[in-house]
């Protein structure tokens, strides 16, 4: 899979510019947003709000580490997301059942997809923010060790440790939940 590489050539003398930085990362971001836990549904909508808050902060942005400052936009607009979805939740009745319902192809595949796709959800969930970020990226969205040290500015020794740490985690609260 080819993608665009987190550290671009040269920055622009006078700065970066959106409209580039939107059709380079848009992509990146959408990814990020669906291994962060947001609503699979929502996704371009939650890529839209990033790039709303990209817009609004491009001008005091120090040049650095574009992809990284991208990601903790993305991870804060996700987390955002998450916790409205929640508080809703509490308001309003949400039948998922008719998700099962509306399925393409066979029901029954799919509601099996649907309920293994929940159930590692809930899991994740689980996990500490921190190993779970790295988890996701690495296992599911299959960014490079280096590129998430770089994404979240953080060792590669770290990287590795919170991902050994996800992995085990992972695995304990899979067979508590009598998943294989």
């Keep these: 899979m080819k993608r665009t590489p987190l550290t671009p050539a040269a920055p622009a003398p ?6 580039e930085i939107y059709r380079v990362w848009f992509a990146h971001v959408v990814r990020w947003a669906r291994g962060l836990g947001g609503p699979s549904s929502d996704l371009d909508d939650v890529a839209q709000e990033v790039f709303l808050v990209v817009r609004r902060k491009l001008a005091s942005f120090d040049g650095e580490n574009l ?16 916790r409205r979805a929640w508080y809703r939740s509490w308001f309003r009745r949400r039948d998922d059942q008719l998700d099962g319902l509306r399925a393409v192809g066979d029901p029954a595949a799919e ?19 921190k190993r779970r970020t790295v988890f996701v990226l690495f296992e599911i969205e299959e960014y490079s060790g280096d590129e998430i040290a770089q994404l979240l500015e953080i060792p590669l020794a770290t990287v590795w440790t919170r991902l050994f740490h996800a992995r085990k985690e992972l695995a304990a609260l899979a067979l508590e939940e009598g998943l294989r």
Excluded at 14 to 19: E, K, L, Q, V, W
Excluded at 70 to 78: E, G, K, Q, S
Excluded at 111 to 129: F, G, N, P, T, V
């Design 14 to 19: 006078s700065g970066p510019d959106f409209d």
């Design 67 to 82: 992809g990284g400052w991208l990601f903790r936009i993305t991870a804060n607009t996700v987390s955002d997301q998450r």
């Design 111 to 129: 509601l099996e997809r649907k309920q293994k796709q929940a159930a590692l959800y809930r899991i994740l969930d689980r996990i500490s923010e």
